[in-house]
């Protein structure tokens, strides 16, 4: 029996009295008068009407991603049915997928070390694997039958590649662009034609074929804008882009100074006849490219004596630009070395660029003026002595600056029968108030010209002239390294900061190290990936595309580069370098990753 109170009447009646309703008590899970379901999120496991029976489930028992559900004829037992928030998840723990593999192997930790081990075994697979591709490779190189190069396909006469003897006799002066080659700035060459081919060479046509070559260098706007776009999305796809459109550039000038331009400026009839008095060439780099001279062979014979003995002193411009990317480095090409071969022998030759490439490797643009006083002691040390036998001195400097104030490192090859009696006399390299490339190019001529007039002896400035051939610049040593100017790189400032060391005798665990690294990598990144898209799939595009493919690109290049051949991994390692160190979004994820492995471990244990 239940006191119940009485309702409002119909059509205006009176409100009922106060009485009793006579009924049974409510059933296990229902309550009030009329016996309805417990509320939700709530159970009643004993018979009766009152409301406080209802008692609110357990919250223990329910998973992070569960909510309670309604129950017809209400909940009779203390654990409440749920279901999972999305059905992304699956019952009965609300895990995903992943999170299911998880514990199907007995939780975080041993999944951890499964994982470890499995990671361990490939990593030692792939070295097995790399070391043997490698090998092979460089064993099918060295056997290769030397005979395969002797029949090329048949070509034009001006495509007929001559000896080696032939070439380097034949080259008369190798003319550098001046610039970075960048998007602002491309690649120019100077009117006037230097002092070594002004006999080789019509002036008035030079100077035309100069216009032509200066706008066939240039880039269109819309490669600039592309470069800048990509800078602000995905910096490695930038420098990517950069390389493709510095690449295809070499390329067109090749096919220019090839193919299409008739070669009029020539004095030789042989070369005009034949396309065969320019060639153009780069540094792998692509930061330095150059047209080499050659002469005809129908010049009269004193100026041919007279352009061979012009070849001494020799400019050689360092490819780079002192960044991670593209460190300073000497290229010595077959050419190179086999005008050098001359008066030094090319092992000798060889091991000089090593050693002096391993110097400059050190050589940050940003603190150019301290690092490169090590570079100097090294030349004076180990360098010129080993030359100075042969009668040979290389000296460091700068050559070619630009109105933009950029300029270019270099060294130049001196025969000790060219060299004046001091060349660390008071002259271009040592005079403390000498100007060094500055603001434009106009002061550096100016500088030059103040120098000139400024010598005791005039034959200095006469030799100063026969070392620099024509090309503006100067000299480098302890006094004037003070006096050069740089810029930093508003794009890639962190590039400054990083060392690239080469450990000796460890290569092999190194590398094996890197492999161990990379496999961990990619494994994160993919179960977090797959992780954040049974989250949310706004989330998973979220690290997926800020910055774009920067989460994936990583490890596809980290591998690019274990597996490449000697001669790229240095580019394709700082490659990797450049997406890791992009790869903000790879951080982050990893860190949500652990956070959400924690979690767990937190609800275990």
Request: charged share 20%; glycine share 8%.
């Amino acid at each position: 029996m239940m006191v119940d109170s009485g309702g409002a009447g119909d059509n205006g009646g009176l409100f009922g009295d106060k009485g009793t309703v006579t009924g049974k008590k409510c059933p296990k899970g229902l309550y009030g008068t009329f016996c309805r379901e417990c509320p939700i999120g709530t159970y009643k496991d004993i018979d009766g009407s009152d409301e406080d029976l209802c008692t609110p489930c357990s919250l223990e028992l329910l998973p992070d991603r569960a909510i309670f559900i309604y129950v017809r004829g209400g909940v009779r037992e203390p654990f409440c049915p749920y279901k999972c928030i999305s059905e992304k998840y699956r019952m009965p723990n609300c895990y995903t997928p992943f999170e299911e593999l998880i514990y199907i192997f007995g939780g975080p930790w041993p999944f951890a070390l499964l994982l470890s081990g499995v990671l361990l075994l490939l990593a030692v697979l792939l070295s097995t694997l790399r070391i043997k591709l490698l090998e092979s490779s460089s064993y099918c190189a060295n056997i290769e039958h030397p005979s395969s190069h002797h029949f090329p396909y048949l070509l034009s006469l001006s495509e007929v590649r001559g000896t080696r003897a032939e070439e380097t006799q034949c080259h008369a002066y190798r003319m550098y662009f001046m610039g970075p080659n960048t998007f602002r700035e491309p690649w120019h060459l100077p009117y006037s034609p230097p002092d070594t081919i002004i006999e080789i060479v019509y002036e008035d046509a030079f100077n035309r074929f100069i216009g032509e070559i200066n706008s066939v260098a240039a880039y269109d706007w819309w490669e600039g804008s592309v470069h800048s776009i990509l800078s602000l999305l995905a910096y490695p796809c930038a420098w990517s882009w950069k390389q493709w459109r510095c690449r295809k550039k070499v390329h067109r000038i090749e096919e220019y100074v090839r193919s299409e331009y008739d070669h009029s400026c020539l004095r030789s009839c042989r070369s005009r006849a034949l396309y065969k008095g320019m060639k153009v060439g780069a540094t792998p780099d692509l930061m330095v490219a150059f047209i080499d001279f050659s002469l005809g062979g129908d010049e009269k014979q004193v100026d041919m004596v007279s352009i061979i003995e012009k070849r001494f002193p020799m400019c050689i411009i360092f490819g780079g630009d002192g960044s991670y990317m593209s460190p300073y480095n000497l290229h010595s090409d077959t050419l190179l070395t086999n005008l050098v071969g001359q008066y030094v022998p090319s092992t000798v030759w060889n091991r000089l660029v090593d050693g002096l490439n391993a110097q400059l490797r050190t050589v940050r643009h940003g603190s150019i003026r301290s690092a490169l006083v090590p570079v100097m002691n090294w030349i004076a040390s180990h360098g010129n002595p080993q030359l100075r036998f042969h009668g040979v001195k290389i000296e460091l400097g700068w050559f070619q600056a630009t109105a933009s104030g950029y300029f270019q490192l270099g060294i130049l090859v001196v025969r000790h029968d060219y060299i004046f009696q001091n060349l660390h006399q008071p002259d271009l390299s040592d005079r403390s108030n000498d100007e060094y490339p500055r603001k434009d190019a106009a002061s550096a001529g100016k500088s030059l010209e103040h120098l000139q007039q400024s010598w005791p002896y005039p034959t200095h400035a006469l030799s100063r002239r026969k070392i620099i051939g024509g090309i503006n610049g100067g000299l480098i040593n302890d006094a004037t390294v003070k006096s050069l100017e740089f810029k930093r790189d508003i794009f890639f400032p962190f590039s400054l900061l990083v060392r690239n060391t080469m450990p000796i005798g460890h290569q092999d665990s190194l590398q094996f190290l890197f492999t161990t690294m990379l496999l961990a990598d990619l494994a994160v990144t993919l179960l977090t990936l797959i992780q954040f898209y049974w989250i949310s799939l706004g989330a998973f595009l979220a690290v997926l595309l800020i910055l774009p493919l920067s989460l994936l690109s990583p490890s596809p290049a980290g591998l690019n580069a274990l597996f490449s051949k000697e001669p790229r991994r240095a580019s394709h390692t700082r490659i990797y370098s450049l997406w890791n160190a992009t790869s903000l979004t790879n951080i982050v994820s990893s860190s949500k990753f652990w956070v959400s492995v924690t979690f767990m471990l937190c609800e275990i244990y």
